[in-house]
């Protein structure tokens, strides 16, 4: 009997559902798209989570109707989903307002209060400033102090994945490995904080008994509800079982399960991340995510805004390809990435850093564009801002491989960049490693539907999985000349920006 996975996966701009069968191949697919956020303030960035529920069963209902035959051999629902968006719920589920998704740039006024001792302690390492800014980027602060009745009205404080794994089961259950945001959670032993006197509930402003209970990835949660049976078409038979993050499961679904290797994803937010059994820390006091493997991790490095500046870059100076496109019904990034190999490699001297948002790291610095001249144009632009991107990943790259003490030996790709074999190759020159890209485009919905075959005892084992679900389309390899222009550049250029500009950043924000 044939089994299958609906996989579904839930993102800023959309909801896939997409049926995948034991060989990682997609039997049927539906896409659902929505505005990303509506925004009421400037820096604002909320999304009715009804939107997320509404979307899936849309999904869902479409591929019924598309394929019935292949609907009934859906034996679990796995969800991958956005990250750090969390949903005020009350004791039967309702919302009980907007969620403020992981764009949203309010803070709170008062973050949470440390003891003497621990200020000193942050204050020893350098850490105090970074401390008192995570705290502020707390959501839940921020309702406390903007919006108490609703905090007083919420019951549980759920991430996409908790909310959605209780509509589709009735049950407050998520994954750990969902877990991934402005949390009392122990990266480290992956659960919630043992200790009330931690500071990292004062930190974030959760009370204990507002969270969800967590599972491992690839826990049977529960049967679809009947409710939800309704609203989706599932049958009452299937079952629902914990998910994990986009970036986790994109990780998963590149082969990428040790570190000798790592997972770029070009997505709004450009990440690198690889898999490590080791809890290690690219980047000093944050953490590495839990992966979707039990007993092991996904150090990450983040460019907060990567391809958005794809999007950015469209709305201000593409408006010539945003026409042609439309008129020849491709897309506008297609003509855009085209017209890449028009440009050498270092964009004749234009020289881009991604920080187009704040990180706790540089949380003064903003994007910096260097090296005009008479020559350039608005396609120097586009190529400076793919290099940029990389270059930043780049950065992330040493991090991993400093602490690791293993150096990478090979990439794979996912997301909308990843599509471009010219920015695949880019990416390869630039790391000066081999550049692998997977089968599909829908590498989070891949790496849900791997989490569920291992979990009906399809495969034995995640290692099994991937060599029977992972397959490599094409491989980009170096080209050496290319290669000696951009570590060039990375060393004697990019990594100097920051720092010769750091004392400005710092005075414009005093200043504007």
Not at 48 to 53: C, I, K, L
Not at 179 to 196: A, T
Request: glycine residues 6%; aromatic residues 10%; charged residues 25%.
């Amino acid at each position: 009997m044939k089994e299958r996975i609906l996989s579904i996966d839930c993102g800023t701009q959309s909801i896939r559902g997409i049926i995948f069968d034991e060989k990682g191949q997609i039997i049927e697919c539906e896409k659902i798209t929505f505005e990303p956020y509506f925004s009421k303030k400037p820096g604002w960035a909320e999304q009715n989570p009804e939107v997320y529920w509404n979307a899936l069963c849309e999904a869902s209902k479409k591929l019924k109707a598309k394929n019935n035959e292949e609907f009934k051999n859906i034996k679990a629902v796995v969800l991958s989903t956005l990250r750090d968006t969390l949903i005020n719920v009350d004791e039967e589920g309702n919302v009980l307002r907007p969620t403020m998704t992981w764009l949203d740039q309010r803070m709170a006024k008062k973050p949470g209060k440390l003891t003497k001792f621990e200020k000193l302690i942050f204050s020893c390492v350098g850490m105090k400033k970074t401390i008192r800014i995570i705290s502020e980027e707390s959501k839940a602060l921020w309702i406390k102090e903007n919006q108490p009745e609703i905090w007083e009205k919420t019951f549980k404080y759920l991430q996409v994945s908790g909310y959605l794994n209780y509509k589709l089961t009735n049950k407050f259950v998520d994954s750990i490995a969902s877990q991934i945001g402005h949390l009392p959670f122990d990266y480290k032993r992956k659960e919630w904080i043992k200790k009330d006197s931690n500071f990292k509930w004062r930190m974030f402003g959760v009370e204990r008994e507002k969270l969800p209970d967590l599972v491992e990835a690839g826990t049977f949660i529960g049967n679809i509800s009947e409710y939800a049976s309704k609203k989706t078409g599932l049958s009452q038979d299937v079952k629902v079982i914990a998910g994990g993050s986009d970036k986790g499961c994109e990780t998963l679904a590149n082969g990428c399960i040790d570190v000798k290797s790592v997972s770029l994803s070009f997505g709004t937010t450009a990440t690198i991340q690889t898999t490590s059994k080791k809890y290690i820390e690219p980047i000093k006091f944050m953490p590495p995510y839990p992966a979707v493997i039990s007993e092991r991790y996904n150090p990450e490095v983040e460019i907060f805004r990567g391809y958005w500046m794809i999007k950015w870059f469209k709305k201000e100076f593409a408006n010539k390809e945003m026409q042609e496109a439309a008129q020849m019904n491709v897309s506008a990034e297609k003509l855009l990435n085209d017209r890449l190999n028009e440009i050498p490699p270092g964009s004749e001297g234009l020289i881009l850093q991604p920080y187009w948002g704040p990180h706790v790291k540089t949380p003064n610095a903003k994007g910096a564009i260097i090296g005009f001249g008479a020559s350039h144009t608005r396609i120097h632009i586009y190529r400076a801002i793919i290099e940029g991107i990389n270059f930043g990943l780049i950065e992330g790259l040493k991090d991993i491989e400093k602490k690791s003490k293993k150096k990478v030996e090979k990439i794979m790709v996912a997301g909308g960049g990843a599509q471009s074999d010219t920015i695949c190759q880019i990416t390869s020159d630039m790391f000066n490693l081999p550049v692998h890209r997977i089968h599909t485009y829908e590498a989070s919905a891949l790496g849900a539907a791997i989490i569920g075959f291992v979990s009906l005892k399809k495969y034995t084992c995640y290692d099994e999985a991937v060599k029977n679900m992972v397959h490599y389309e094409k491989k980009f390899v170096p080209n050496q000349k290319n290669a000696e222009v951009y570590n060039k550049l990375y060393e004697k250029v990019y990594k100097k920006i920051y720092p010769n500009l750091k004392g400005l950043y710092n005075n414009l924000k005093h200043i504007v």
